[in-house]
């Protein structure tokens, strides 16, 4: 998608995985030390596959502690997947990163025409929903899993 890429360390990472945003944590594996190394290398390597043609961006706070992760990485020829993991931070500057994420969609979809971002949320998350939707994500009831709703962020062809 983008060729844009801030550098984002190990440490960045691990501080997000040990201060974990309450609202994300169920989603990520972080219960002991041995789940969190794994959660690492998890998200190491959804970012080196963004490396390849898709995107990712860190945003920190003002005295530098990382804040939140964003991610994309292509899944097949114009379709790509994105992921997000967020720190305690986001209590605090969470509608900042929002406004910067739907921003940074509709740039993505002004360059990238045709391509559609994907994302899953709980059905019973609704927060998680109205997010989607104020991002700019719309629920597709075909890709549902489970209890997991399918939301697509589309640029127009």
Not at 92 to 100: H, K, L, V
Not at 113 to 124: F, L, P, R, V, W
Request: hydrophobic share 35%.
């Amino acid at each position: 998608m983008s060729e844009h890429h801030d550098e984002i360390s190990s440490t960045d990472i691990m501080y997000i995985l040990e201060n974990p945003w309450e609202k994300l944590q169920w989603e990520w594996k972080l219960d002991n030390e041995s789940e969190r190394q794994e959660t690492l290398q998890f998200i190491k390597d959804l970012l080196k596959l963004a490396q390849q043609g898709g995107y990712s961006k860190i945003w920190k706070t003002p005295d530098g502690a990382p804040l939140a992760i964003v991610g994309g990485y292509k899944v097949d020829d114009k379709k790509y997947a994105t992921f997000f993991v967020s720190s305690k931070h986001m209590e605090e500057y969470g509608m900042q990163i929002s406004f910067d994420m739907r921003k940074i969609a509709k740039e993505l979809a002004e360059q990238f025409k045709g391509c559609s971002i994907s994302q899953y949320a709980e059905a019973d998350d609704t927060d998680r929903i109205s997010w989607y939707k104020f991002l700019g994500y719309i629920h597709k009831p075909e890709g549902d899993i489970g209890n997991e709703l399918y939301f697509e962020y589309a640029s127009p062809e």
